[in-house]
């Protein structure tokens, strides 16, 4: 966006990502170092203007991009024009604003900014909303989020959506901006003055300046003979042994370079190396690594986006560009991991006294109960509070899973049926189901309903158990199958009952399970019945039913009598596989 200085034909550029919100700017704000400030500054402003300059000076960006940091500024006294509405506006500088990010140059937007609602605040500037909440928002300023544009002329009552797109198409109609993407790459200082970490290979030579260590001389390696003194400087510039070389080059004596690489470098590129890390040649073979690579899943906390994930993009990006790579992401696919919580819903800390020790949990109920409730307790990305109840009713889950394996042992050498009939196809119903259910939302981390259709499949287990006469192989099978799902949840209590079944080491040594698409339907259905949207009865029909027979059988029922006696039915609503909703007159 373009706003000219008033007096003057003086111009410059503001880069925002929130367009909707240009008629609220109330001042500007400049980088104390930007080269505009000594043009717009009047001579009446240009000493206090100096000493803010050299005051700045002294700060480190990390301090001037604080926060925290109590806001600080000067008026140059100068004015600018904003461009959508012609509109005089105060020129200020301030520390909080970086010549390096974006133009150096800030429209103040104070409702709708929190930099911008402190400065104004401390200063006395104008705050003028522009941006309401929809319904049902939080409506305090300074306000953030998209919203409703109101007092923005002919975009009042548009999304902040739509109104970013249109307002831009004016400035660019009227020549005074653009749509552009800013990246915020900056330099990245990758030395450090510590031992650990990959040694820089560069060497320093009076004659010949900065010499990188030929390629056929690397890795270069740590020295063993360091002394740590607490100094702040490299351990590595005290060790005669390491610093003292000869320049590749012309053979004279040369200096190392004393530090070493962050270790950020190191866990960029780790997983290039995982898979094949014993190649003494190189540091990985390109056509073994694009078979391997990329990472189909990368599992971490959110704190990694912003670092670790980055460097490593840049990395892998880097070597295709230089011809050692095929693919062009890393990894691809992330998920964070949720918090779990203290029982009393609030992180966990030493200081509220909830902290959850596995110790003593895993003393009582063994690791795989454990292990188990943090699966099926919580939702992977989300968390959620401890529970003992929770971690109780997991124990009795498992323990049923024995008791059952112990119940098959018992009658396994007793006479049974070889039939197919209506209790086993409701058996092949739910371990097929339970086998594309548990396979499915595996892939996609949800372990925990992952794990409910185990416990679907162990209640049908136990239901067909009860029967008088069973087909004790298919219910044999039945069992394999639940344990094999159960593994990578339950690693030791599976392979004990897999061992107590009879079967040969080990349980994960055999193939996961297949599910049969024929076996997922079903001669019978059960559909809810509601009357005016309140689920009443249940009612079992044919899966290949039309609406009319559904309809039929919904109102025949004999549950239906009691429900609708003396009631007018407006009409029947069908959901064909889900429910049958009757409506009736109040």
């Known amino acids: 966006v373009e706003f000219s200085v008033d007096g003057s034909d003086i111009t410059f550029k503001v880069f925002t990502t929130r367009a909707d919100t240009l008629y609220g700017v109330t001042y500007v704000v400049l980088a104390p170092e930007s080269e505009i400030t000594d043009l717009v500054t009047t001579e009446e402003y240009r000493q206090q203007v100096e000493e803010y300059k ?15 940091k109590e806001k600080t500024g000067v008026f140059t006294g100068g004015y600018a024009i904003n461009p959508v509405n012609n509109e005089k ?11 390096g990010y974006g133009t150096g140059c800030v429209m103040a937007v104070p409702a709708h900014d929190e930099r911008d609602f402190e400065f104004a605040q401390k200063f006395n500037l104008p705050i003028r909303r522009v941006i309401s909440g929809r319904d049902g928002m939080p409506d305090e300023l300074p306000f953030i989020e998209d919203g409703i544009l109101v007092d923005s002329m002919e975009f009042s009552g548009m999304t902040s959506e739509q109104a970013r797109d249109e307002i831009v198409k004016k400035l660019e109609k009227e020549g005074k901006g653009e749509k552009k993407v800013n990246y915020r790459l900056r330099d990245w200082l990758v030395s450090r003055q510590r031992y650990w970490g990959a040694p820089i ?10 010499v990188p260590v030929p390629e056929e001389q690397l890795p270069v390696e740590l020295p063993y003979d360091v002394e740590f003194t607490p100094d702040g400087e ?14 590749p080059k012309c053979g004279k004596p040369a200096k190392r370079d004393p530090d070493t690489l962050d270790t950020f470098v190191c866990s960029s590129w780790y997983f290039l190396r995982y898979p094949d890390n014993r190649n003494d040649n190189e540091p990985f073979n390109r056509e073994w690594i694009n078979r391997l690579l990329p990472v189909d899943k990368y599992v971490g906390g959110a704190e990694h986006a912003s670092m670790h994930l980055l460097y490593a993009r840049f990395f892998t990006k880097a070597l295709r560009d230089m011809g050692y790579l095929d693919f062009d992401e890393p990894f691809l696919s992330l998920v964070h991991q949720g918090t779990i919580l203290g029982p009393d819903g609030a992180r966990m800390s030493k200081s509220r006294g909830n902290t959850i020790s596995p110790d003593e ?7 795989d109960v454990f292990r188990l409730y943090l699966a099926f307790g919580f939702a992977y990305t989300e968390g959620g509070p401890w529970s003992d ?19 098959f042992l ?23 189901t339970a086998i594309k259910s548990v396979t499915e939302d595996a892939d996609k981390f949800q372990f925990n309903t992952s794990i409910a259709r185990l416990m679907e499949l162990t209640n049908a287990l136990y239901k067909y158990e009860a029967l008088d006469s069973k087909n004790r192989k298919y219910m044999e099978k039945t069992i394999r199958d639940l344990l094999v799902m159960l593994s990578p949840f339950a690693p030791h209590f599976a392979e004990e009952m897999w061992e107590k079944m009879g079967y040969e080491y080990s349980i994960f040594n055999q193939k996961w399970p297949q599910y049969d698409p024929e076996a997922l339907k079903r001669d019978m259905v059960e559909l809810a019945v509601q009357i005016n949207g309140q689920v009443k009865y249940k009612i079992e029909v044919s899966a290949s039913a039309d609406n009319k027979e559904i309809e039929e059988a919904a109102l025949n029922d004999e549950k239906a009598a009691v429900y609708l006696k003396d009631r007018e039915i407006v009409r029947v609503i069908v959901v064909k596989g889900r429910l049958v909703n009757i409506v009736v007159k109040k």
């Open 234 to 247: 490299s351990p590595l510039a005290k060790c005669e042994s390491y610093i003292n070389t000869v320049c």
């Open 54 to 68: 050299q005051f700045a000076k002294k700060q480190t960006e990390i301090e001037r991009m604080s926060t925290v």
């Open 389 to 407: 109840e929770g971690i109780k009713a997991i124990s009795r889950f498992v323990n049923r899973v024995e008791r059952l394996v112990e119940s």
């Open 201 to 210: 290979p560069i060497v320093y030579c009076e004659g010949c300046g900065t």
């Open 361 to 367: 949990y895993i003393e009582e109920y063994g690791s």
């Open 89 to 99: 506006i105060p020129i200020w500088i301030s520390d909080y604003v970086l010549a």
């Open 410 to 432: 018992n009658a396994r050498d007793k006479a049974g049926t070889d039939r197919f009939g209506a209790d086993e196809k409701e058996l092949a119903y739910v371990r097929n």
